[in-house]
């Protein structure tokens, strides 16, 4: 069932047996592995069906690190969370991610790949995805040909690395019938979490507290509560949840918020591609997104190049993958950007209702035009290439790298001295990146294109110079709304925020679920690695409570006169 939790009476109470805070990739995953069964569970979301200024703005906070997007527009609050946005990428990560490595402090997952595999295999159907084959040559025997080659890298230093490509999946769209009508659900939306309420020795959640815009507060009680808001929220929540703890639940190493991670973006200069005809279609990801935007023919898969284990371990690189993007990409992204903008903001009136800057309204609504206007070359651009696809006319690209970020305690979400509408201290994000990250990219782009030259793919756009920075600027980073690492997972509290079965160190009913729980981030888009997470924790829970509805009550003990 679905309810808005502005009309619950104030002051009610609900217990279940499993409350789901968050209705994100991680917290649908589990609430529709549960439909049906015996478990009475409650999920809360904090937004509502559909994108709305307001409670977008309730994701406010402040950045003080690296230059990085607005808070507001760097997640998605309403049902399926960031599902709303990604872009369908899917490739488990690489057995290597999970490894120990001596040239990446802090590496090592403590789950075993082999572990994971039933899962991510189980993922497929959540993400809409194709056959459980991430082999090269499986998927080439299906949607290779003249316009959609392999580029000829395997066997050297680098390697090819296909992704599946879900439709994407929304799944707040997906899955919201589906949850609807279960019967032993009920979702909340528009129920804002403003903290986790313990016993006095913070060893277990009693219940949480539950708050809406200009409407109700109640609480819910659970015998388990599972945590799911994301990299940032997650954190937040539990940095809140201060009464018994001051430092923070699940914060008593102050670990809670550190090693806040996204994966950065580095770009080469512009080159040519040798042959577009045959290697654009699978490495442009500009010409994949945009076509699949429009409803246009493209692969169900896309091809990056990345360094082979063996050079990473050589050179001391983190993972890294790399592919193409087209020269007016950047321009056309900013202008739906702007768009976007225009169409998440609130009136003046709610901006001073709800705590928004009026001046960060009135500084978009000036610039929103002008960004538009001056990105109108590249948006024809976009859309002639998304819709003609013209092989015959020559791009140029750059070579752009997500780089495996490496874990970094002094990058973390801490509490801000300002407030939302609840009262609840805003997240603080000092979003950093340390001299290895700054190395690994460019030690990564300057073999890549020596590698990629050397055969003959790509030569330098006439007037360049073909080459990586040695030291790229930081001040000029992208980034993938990737947000990873602040409750890392470790079997000791002293390196961890969870255990590996996803459970808060010394509160023995608390789970949390997502990307916050990575230990190391891989390369790849992490939307699989959070569903199979969450459907291996799903199984655990399960099998939790199945085993308190059969054990025996404990016998009753008379009372002492």
């Known amino acids: 069932m679905l309810r808005d939790a502005r009309h619950v009476l104030n002051g009610t109470h609900i217990d279940c047996d499993l409350c789901i805070i968050g209705g994100g990739a991680a917290g649908l995953t589990m609430a529709r592995e549960l439909a049906g ?7 809360l979301e904090g937004g509502g069906l559909e994108v709305d200024g307001i409670s977008q703005a309730l994701y406010a906070g402040r950045n003080v690190g690296l230059p ?16 709303n946005c ?19 402090p802090g590496s090592g997952w403590p789950i075993p790949r082999e572990t994971m595999m039933p899962f991510y295999e189980r993922a497929q159907s959540v993400l809409g995805l194709g056959p459980f084959d991430y082999d090269n040559d499986f998927w080439m025997e299906r949607v290779g040909g003249r316009g959609a080659a392999l580029m000829p890298v395997d066997g050297g230093d680098f390697e090819n690395r296909v992704a599946q490509l879900s439709p994407p999946i929304r799944m ?23 903290a986790l309420e313990t016993n006095a020795s913070a060893t277990a959640v009693e219940r949480v507290q539950v708050r809406t815009l200009e ?10 509560f599972v945590l799911c808001c994301g990299g940032i929220e997650n954190a937040r929540i539990l940095l809140l949840s201060n009464q018994a703890q001051p430092a923070g639940l699940g914060n008593g190493h102050d670990l809670v918020g550190r090693c806040f991670a996204d994966h950065p973006r580095f770009k080469t200069a512009p080159v040519r591609l040798t042959d577009q005809g045959r290697h654009r279609k699978l490495y442009d990801v500009s010409l994949c997104l945009a076509r699949r935007r429009l409803k246009r023919p493209h692969p169900s898969v896309a091809l990056a190049l990345s360094p082979t284990q063996e050079l990473q371990e050589r050179w001391g690189l983190p993972n890294s993958r790399s592919y193409l993007v087209a020269s007016y990409h950047s321009g056309a992204l900013d202008a739906f950007k702007a768009m976007r903008d225009l169409r998440l903001l609130p009136s003046r009136h709610r901006c001073r209702r709800f705590g928004v800057s009026e001046d960060e309204a009135a500084s978009l609504l000036r610039n929103a035009g002008p960004r538009i206007l001056r990105s109108l070359p590249q948006l024809a651009d976009a859309l002639f290439d998304s819709t003609i696809d013209p092989g015959w006319l020559s791009r140029s690209f750059t070579l752009e790298t997500v780089l495996e970020p490496v874990p970094n305690p002094d990058s973390r979400v801490t509490l801000d001295h300002a407030t939302d509408p609840f009262g609840c201290n805003l997240p603080r994000v000092d979003w950093r990146l340390t001299e290895q990250d700054r190395r690994g990219a460019a030690d990564t782009q300057r073999l ?41 997972m470790h079997e000791s509290p002293r390196h961890g925020v969870v255990d590996p079965e996803g459970r808060v160190h010394g509160v023995g009913n608390l789970y949390v679920a997502g990307s916050s ?45």
């Open 37 to 43: 069964s015996a478990c009475s569970l409650v999920l």
């Open 448 to 488: 890549l294109l020596q590698d990629l030259m050397q055969r003959g793919l790509v030569r330098a756009e006439p007037g360049t110079v073909a080459a990586a920075a040695d030291e790229p600027e930081m001040a000029d980073v992208g980034w993938c709304w990737h947000h990873m690492g602040t409750t890392r």
């Open 172 to 194: 707040g769209e997906a899955y919201r019938a589906e949850i609807g009508h279960a019967a032993n659900i009920t979702a909340f939306l528009n129920a804002n979490v403003t």
């Open 68 to 83: 990085y997007e607005r808070l507001t527009t760097a997640r998605s609050r309403y049902l399926g969370g960031s599902t």
């Open 215 to 224: 409407g109700p507060r109640f609480t819910v009680g659970a015998r388990l």
């Open 517 to 561: 729980v990575f230990p190391t981030m891989g390369a790849d888009h992490p939307t699989m690695t959070i569903v199979a997470l969450a459907l291996r924790m799903t199984d655990r829970i399960a099998a939790l409570l199945q085993d308190e509805r059969n054990s025996p009550p404990a016998p009753a003990v008379a009372a002492s006169l």
């Open 86 to 104: 990604w872009g369908g990428f899917s490739r488990p990560l690489e057995p290597g991610d999970f490894a120990a490595r001596s040239w990446i």
